[in-house]
């Protein structure tokens, strides 16, 4: 099968390049299948023998990622598993991309203050950048920006998890999934990843911003994109800034419910004192 379109992502280093050694089958990827390395560095995947085609490594000073292409666009990669007799994995138009990081909450509170990605809490900046691979995998390979799985976290994510699909659904898949989707695999990468928030900012806007191209999106994916504020400073009225600098959804929430449940004793007491008001008019103007 012959392939289209640009193979070289803008930007992505080729200093650990697999494909010479591996070569891989030509075809049309349409499905984007993403991984977690569950390390803090650049795997070395065995000299290649497990790599993606691409890995995204958090550069945290520069608050960007960092590209790595091991394979073509539209060449096979090795990040899978491919039992005989079954649906083909690697081979089935899928490029896949490892983020450097983990899924596994044990991992995330061992690791601490290394500086380090964690799916279900990612940065902005890493949104962005994944976006913005999303959306050029969209523009110019015709990657579906829509994603018709759930992300499970992770490790609930891992083995017969609920959302592992069929060798029918993958044969037929489009769009964006993760490894733990991937039929004939045991893997819970990438856990909870904000696919949803994700592919909103790839599309063009904020998830704020109401949209028509949501229809693809999960429960999970809706909610996730509705609080991506989650985290921001406290506003400088919030009644616990000391003891909550950093606001979450439902922290809004609260704050809204106990403003307006306020409302009706607040009216209730301003109606008593004009009453009284006028009261006292009425009697100053009876005793003049």
């Given at each position: 099968?012959?392939?289209?379109?640009?193979?070289?992502?803008?930007?992505?280093?080729?200093?650990?390049?697999?494909?010479?050694?591996?070569?891989?089958?030509?075809?049309?990827?349409?499905?984007?299948?993403?991984?977690?390395?569950?390390?803090?560095?650049?795997?070395?995947?065995?000299?290649?023998?497990?790599?993606?085609?691409?890995?995204?490594?958090?550069?945290?000073?520069?608050?960007?990622?960092?590209?790595?292409?091991?394979?073509?666009?539209?060449?096979?990669?090795?990040?899978?598993?491919?039992?005989?007799?079954?649906?083909?994995?690697?081979?089935?138009?899928?490029?896949?991309?490892?983020?450097?990081?983990?899924?596994?909450?044990?991992?995330?509170?061992?690791?601490?203050?290394?500086?380090?990605?964690?799916?279900?809490?990612?940065?902005?900046?890493?949104?962005?950048?994944?976006?913005?691979?999303?959306?050029?995998?969209?523009?110019?390979?015709?990657?579906?920006?829509?994603?018709?799985?759930?992300?499970?976290?992770?490790?609930?994510?891992?083995?017969?998890?609920?959302?592992?699909?069929?060798?029918?659904?993958?044969?037929?898949?489009?769009?964006?999934?993760?490894?733990?989707?991937?039929?004939?695999?045991?893997?819970?990468?990438?856990?909870?990843?904000?696919?949803?928030?994700?592919?909103?900012?790839?599309?063009?806007?904020?998830?704020?911003?109401?949209?028509?191209?949501?229809?693809?999106?999960?429960?999970?994916?809706?909610?996730?994109?509705?609080?991506?504020?989650?985290?921001?400073?406290?506003?400088?009225?919030?009644?616990?800034?000391?003891?909550?600098?950093?606001?979450?959804?439902s922290s809004y929430i609260r704050s809204i419910y106990n403003a307006?449940?306020?409302?009706?004793?607040?009216?209730?007491?301003?109606?008593?004192?004009?009453?009284?008001?006028?009261?006292?008019?009425?009697?100053?103007?009876?005793?003049?």
């Amino acid at each position: 099968m012959a392939k289209t379109g640009p193979q070289r992502y803008p930007g992505a280093s080729t200093a650990y390049w697999h494909q010479s050694r591996y070569g891989g089958d030509a075809m049309e990827s349409n499905v984007v299948v993403w991984h977690t390395t569950e390390g803090t560095s650049l795997p070395s995947y065995g000299g290649g023998a497990s790599a993606p085609n691409f890995t995204a490594k958090p550069d945290f000073t520069a608050k960007r990622l960092v590209w790595y292409q091991h394979f073509d666009f539209d060449v096979s990669s090795r990040a899978l598993v491919n039992r005989s007799g079954g649906v083909e994995t690697n081979t089935l138009n899928v490029v896949q991309v490892e983020i450097v990081g983990t899924c596994d909450p044990a991992t995330h509170k061992k690791w601490g203050s290394t500086p380090h990605l964690y799916t279900p809490d990612l940065p902005d900046w890493a949104v962005r950048d994944l976006a913005a691979f999303a959306k050029w995998a969209h523009d110019h390979h015709g990657v579906p920006l829509t994603s018709g799985v759930t992300f499970k976290a992770y490790p609930s994510s891992y083995g017969s998890n609920g959302v592992r699909m069929s060798g029918t659904k993958w044969n037929s898949y489009r769009g964006h999934c993760g490894h733990q989707h991937v039929p004939e695999n045991d893997h819970g990468d990438p856990g909870l990843l904000p696919m949803g928030t994700i592919l909103a900012r790839a599309k063009g806007y904020t998830p704020t911003t109401p949209s028509k191209e949501n229809s693809d999106m999960d429960k999970g994916d809706v909610f996730n994109a509705t609080w991506d504020t989650d985290g921001l400073p406290a506003p400088e009225f919030a009644p616990d800034v000391k003891k909550n600098p950093k606001w979450t959804a439902s922290s809004y929430i609260r704050s809204i419910y106990n403003a307006v449940a306020g409302l009706p004793g607040a009216l209730s007491a301003l109606r008593q004192d004009v009453a009284a008001l006028r009261a006292e008019v009425a009697a100053l103007k009876k005793e003049s």
